[in-house]
């Protein structure tokens, strides 16, 4: 066992509520895809803070399963905590659940997981507690934590290479 501070899971928990308006729907009346991820990206990024009580920032987004719409003048409510770590990251889990407001029905709409960095007034990674599921939901997604992070590394390197052939010239100036 290592002589890392530890924390729970709960311990870095948000929980986020929000009435879907009009103005925060697309044309088939349900929420914006582009509002939730700043939704999720916002309670993502107070749960790291939370974990580690240092800068953070976001290393990636690694992934937002959109489930089934959120309709308008339904709740959408976030509960993000963070769901594993490395030496410096933190692996957060969003779930993203929308309630009928006037039936009173509530359903999962949507999950994600974003990895966060921490960083100290320079801008050099420091180490972040480890973290402790006691929930089954918590124990189940730190039990997946082991193969997104393999994922995570692969779809990296991808981008790498991807990003060493693609050109950063305004596309009207390429001969």
């Not at 959109?66 to 769901?83: G, M, Q, R």
Request: proline share 3%; with cysteine; glycine share 4%.
């Amino acid at each position: 066992m290592s002589n890392r501070v530890q924390k729970f899971c709960k311990e870095s928990l948000v929980i986020k509520t929000s009435r879907v308006f009009p103005q925060d729907t697309n044309n088939h009346n349900t929420l914006f895809g582009g509002k939730l991820m700043t939704y999720i990206d916002d309670t993502a990024s107070i749960s790291a803070s939370r974990h580690c009580r240092v800068g953070i920032v976001t290393a990636s987004t690694d992934s937002v399963d959109f489930l089934k719409p959120i309709k308008n003048d339904h709740s959408v409510c976030l509960e993000s905590y963070v769901a594993s770590v490395g030496r410096s990251s933190m692996e957060i889990f969003v779930k993203v659940i929308s309630e009928n407001l006037k039936t009173g029905e509530r359903y999962l709409a949507a999950t994600s997981f974003l990895t966060f960095v921490a960083i100290d007034d320079t801008g050099k990674t420091v180490e972040v507690p480890e973290v402790i599921p006691e929930t089954s939901e918590e124990k189940m997604i730190y039990a997946g934590a082991e193969n997104r992070a393999r994922a995570r590394m692969e779809r990296l390197k991808g981008s790498r290479i991807l990003a060493e052939s693609l050109s950063t010239d305004i596309p009207w100036q390429r001969a």
